[in-house]
Nanobody, 117 residues
């Protein structure tokens, strides 16, 4: 089963940037598509971005070109560079394997991102 440790969250003003990182273990990382998800207060958890084992990337529409997902297979790490953050980006961000949420049972603690002026 996958084990992940997310980091990099924090408090940022609107328009600011953050870089999230996630170290994964317990899986064949280099062969596994990975994703970032988030859960805002009072809302369902949702996917933010995904990256395949060969580096193809996918983003949800609300990202609007502001975020970049990347991976380092040697370090078993997946990153999320977030720019032009807005209030609606406030959430706990999680990384995990890229698949339908209903099939993910093991989650890390996530990292809190708060956008506030």
């Amino acid at each position: 089963q996958v084990q992940v440790v997310e980091s990099g969250g924090g408090l940022v003003q609107p328009g600011g940037s953050l870089r999230l990182s996630c170290v994964a273990s317990g899986i064949d990382f280099g062969s596994t598509a990975m994703a970032w998800y988030r859960q805002a207060p009072g809302k369902e958890r949702e996917m933010v971005a995904a990256i395949t084992s060969v580096g193809k990337t996918f983003y949800e529409d609300f990202v609007g070109g502001r975020f970049t997902i990347s991976r380092d297979d040697a370090k078993k790490t997946v990153n999320l560079q977030m720019n032009r953050l807005n209030f609606e980006d406030t959430a706990v961000y999680y990384c995990n394997v890229a698949k339908e949420l209903a099939y993910i049972t093991d989650w890390g603690q996530g990292t809190q991102v708060t956008v506030s002026s």
